[in-house]
């Protein structure tokens, strides 16, 4: 299957402007040994890893305290579509990976993944208002993919100005808040174990805990020009 995964992935890469970098890039759950060493006999090398987060609802969480001139409300997709995409963007243009792509492009790809799925909830993708502009957003679906008991926050953005203000943790608890009243008993969520923002403190902060690891392994086919964000720095 990574023989095949190769061979296919060349046959859809197309024809990139040649001063581009190209690379595969696969992983697998850390416990996983067994493909840990298929990837690294094939050529991959270990790049980074990230973690499913867990955090147990035995009792109502916390009341969120919002930032001073913030308003929250819930997602309108007849209103609010284009500018989630930009605010998603926005909020994430300095993590690991972004590469700029065309609106539309990018647009109908945001919308197919997160919005195309039998169980779509609208009323848990949470917007913090500053007068008409989105300051975050916190996009959850009712339950993660892998774990029908375990509701998952999806998506969680807060754009530059509006960082460090304790945002990001007023948008977990409230989606904890309304997990636990819909009768879970557990939310996950997914981060970037060398996240920028230093996400993975807060989310120990609210209470979560490292519950999975999954180790990203990268291949280079060809060198050149990197135009996704490499960067660890702040």
């Known amino acids: 299957m990574l023989n095949w995964a190769e061979i296919r992935a060349g046959q859809v890469t197309g024809q990139p402007p040649e001063n581009l970098r190209i690379s595969y890039r696969i992983g697998s759950y850390s416990l996983a040994e067994d ?8 050529g991959f090398t270990y790049i980074r890893s990230s973690y499913r987060l867990q955090i147990d ?5 916390p009341e969120p305290v919002w930032p001073e001139g913030l308003s929250i409300r819930s997602y309108n997709p007849d209103t ?14 300095d993590h690991f990976g972004y590469i700029e ?19 779509f909830d609208p009323g848990i993708w949470y917007l913090a208002m500053d007068g008409d502009e989105i300051a975050g957003m916190c996009l959850c679906r009712p339950c993660a993919i892998d774990d ?13 100005p509006w960082r460090k203000r304790g945002l990001g943790l007023a948008f977990l608890q409230h989606a904890f808040g309304e997990f636990y009243r819909r009768g879970y008993h557990k939310a996950g969520l997914g981060v970037d174990s060398q996240n920028l923002t230093r996400a993975l403190r807060f989310y120990k902060k609210a209470g979560m805990h490292v519950h999975q690891q999954f180790d990203m392994y990268e291949k280079e086919i060809r060198p050149g020009k990197e135009i996704s964000v490499q960067s660890l720095e702040d």
């Open 80 to 93: 609010n579509a284009e500018a989630v995409y930009r605010t998603e963007v926005e909020a994430f243009r």
């Open 57 to 61: 609802l035995q009792a109502q969480p």
């Open 101 to 119: 792509e065309p609106f539309e492009a990018g647009f109908e790809r945001f919308m197919h993944f997160n919005t195309g799925y039998t169980d």
């Open 148 to 160: 029908p008991e375990m509701g998952y926050v999806n998506i969680l953005g807060v754009c530059c």
């Open 35 to 42: 493909a840990h060493q298929m990837f690294r006999e094939s």
